[in-house]
Nanobody
Framework: QVQLVESGGGLVQPGGSLRLSCAAS????????MAWYRQAPGKQRELVAA???????NYRNSVKGRFTISRDNAKNTVYLQMNSLKPEDTAVYYC?????????????WGQGTQVTVSS
């Protein structure tokens, strides 16, 4: 069994920073792409940033230059450093990872962590 556990969400003022973490644990053979998604009330879940096992990254346009995704493969952990936060960044943030268990690739999700940007 595999789990993704997120941490680091909270309430921050506009212009502030937060760092999200997501650690994978369990019977992991390897982890492919890891990503962060977010879902605001009344809106669809959207991709925020992704990073491959080789370190290639991509970001949605609205967070480019403000957010940085990184990963520590030794710790099976992905991070999202969020700077210059805006009220429109308010959402539940979800970690996602493609994880090989035995010989099969599965798609896993974390439980979500709330990020609220407000004065």
């Amino acid at each position: 069994q595999v789990q993704l556990v997120e941490s680091g969400g909270g309430l921050v003022q506009p212009g502030g920073s937060l760092r999200l973490s997501c650690a994978a644990s369990g019977s992991i053979i390897s982890i492919k792409t890891m990503a962060w998604y977010r879902q605001a009330p009344g809106k669809q879940r959207e991709l925020v940033a992704a990073i491959t096992s080789g370190g290639s990254t991509n970001y949605r346009n609205s967070v480019k230059g403000r957010f940085t995704i990184s990963r520590d493969n030794a710790k099976n952990t992905v991070y999202l450093q969020m700077n210059s936060l805006k009220p429109e960044d308010t959402a539940v943030y979800y970690c996602n990872a493609g994880i090989v268990v035995v010989t099969t690739l599965y798609d896993y999700w974390g439980q979500g962590t709330q990020v609220t940007v407000s004065s």
